[in-house]
């Protein structure tokens, strides 16, 4: 656990919002991380992975606050 914090290697699966289409298309993608996610825009997420706007900018947020 100590590895986990020390090295935000928390995984896709912690954010509450990550459903189980936005978890497909991250794992295909070979996004397994939260800290992976926080490095993009709600834009690209939307873009890439087809996601809605308003859960984007969720995940992007949680992803944020997860590792910062």
């Given at each position: 656990e100590d590895m986990i914090e020390s090295?935000?290697?928390y995984p896709v699966t912690?954010?509450?919002s990550v459903n189980r289409h936005a978890r497909e298309r991250f794992?295909?993608?070979?996004?397994l991380f939260?800290?992976?996610i926080a490095r993009f825009t709600v834009q690209d997420l939307e873009r890439r992975f087809q996601i809605q706007p308003s859960?984007?900018?969720r995940i992007v947020n949680e992803?944020?606050?997860?590792?910062n």
């Open positions: 090295k935000n290697l912690v954010l509450i794992a295909a993608a070979g996004i939260a800290r992976d859960l984007a900018k992803a944020a606050a997860l590792t």
